[in-house]
Nanobody, 118 residues
Framework: QVQLVESGGGLVQPGGSLRLSCAASGSSFTIVAMGWYRQAPGKQRGLVAAITSGGSRNYGDSVKGRFTISRDNTKNTVYLQMNNLKPEDTAVYYC????????????WGQGTQVTVSS
């Protein structure tokens, strides 16, 4: 069994910064990729950023230049540094992990709320 534990959400003013963390733990696994998705009320869940085990990064168009994804392989943890936050970044952010356990499986975290408001 694999668990994803997220932290770092909260309330921030426009132009501010937040850092999200997601740690994978549990059964023996190999990380293919980890990333973050977000879902605002009334909208579909969409990609924010992802990083592969090889270090390749992919960002959603709306966050390019403002958000940075990174990872610590020794801790099986992925981070999302969010700068210059805008009200439209308000959403529930979900950690996503593409792992090889007994087979290849995608896991989701429980979600963390990010609210950008003055």
């Amino acid at each position: 069994q694999v668990q994803l534990v997220e932290s770092g959400g909260g309330l921030v003013q426009p132009g501010g910064s937040l850092r999200l963390s997601c740690a994978a733990s549990g059964s023996s696994f190999t990380i293919v990729a980890m990333g973050w998705y977000r879902q605002a009320p009334g909208k579909q869940r969409g990609l924010v950023a992802a990083i592969t085990s090889g270090g390749s990064r992919n960002y959603g168009d709306s966050v390019k230049g403002r958000f940075t994804i990174s990872r610590d392989n020794t801790k099986n943890t992925v981070y999302l540094q969010m700068n210059n936050l805008k009200p439209e970044d308000t959403a529930v952010y979900y950690c996503n992990a593409d792992l090889i356990v007994t087979g290849r499986t995608v896991f989701w975290g429980q979600g963390t709320q990010v609210t950008v408001s003055s």
